[in-house]
């Protein structure tokens, strides 16, 4: 598992439920960056397509999979948000009564704390 890249193209929603409303997409990268594949080193460009919020925010950080929370570094942003700084507390939720097609049912919530 170490050293695996994981590209994705992912839905942003405003919440983990199935139907729940789209924001707009995620695109970036992350790599197993410990033996065990506890820690991802992850970057990605959270895009809004919605709302009024037709800008974007892009993160960096390490993803800590067992840990109860992880922070990511806000590193800019276009739009209403160029030059924000903060942070951003990841949580991952789990993934209950949703259909699964993909092998995949990571589902994580992230809530952003900015200055811009």
């Given at each position: 598992?170490?050293?695996?890249?994981?590209?994705?193209?992912?839905?942003?929603?405003?919440?983990?439920?199935?139907?729940s409303?789209?924001?707009?997409?995620?695109?970036?990268?992350?790599?197993?960056?410990?033996?065990?594949?506890?820690?991802?080193?992850?970057?990605?460009?959270?895009?809004?397509?919605?709302?009024?919020?037709?800008?974007?925010?892009?993160?960096?950080?390490?993803?800590?999979?067992?840990?109860?929370?992880?922070?990511?570094?806000?590193?800019?942003?276009?739009?209403?948000?160029l030059?924000?700084?903060?942070?951003?507390?990841?949580?991952?939720?789990?993934?209950?009564?949703?259909?699964?097609?993909?092998?995949?049912?990571?589902?994580?919530?992230?809530?952003?704390?900015?200055?811009?």
């Amino acid at each position: 598992m170490f050293g695996t890249l994981t590209v994705f193209d992912d839905e942003l929603t405003e919440g983990h439920e199935l139907g729940s409303g789209l924001l707009g997409k995620a695109q970036g990268f992350y790599v197993a960056s410990s033996e065990d594949g506890s820690s991802q080193t992850i970057a990605f460009t959270a895009m809004f397509q919605s709302g009024g919020y037709a800008d974007s925010l892009t993160f960096f950080g390490v993803h800590r999979v067992a840990a109860s929370e992880s922070h990511l570094a806000v590193m800019g942003g276009t739009g209403k948000y160029l030059n924000a700084k903060g942070y951003a507390l990841v949580k991952t939720i789990p993934a209950t009564n949703q259909h699964n097609t993909d092998g995949v049912d990571t589902v994580l919530q992230f809530t952003a704390y900015l200055t811009y």
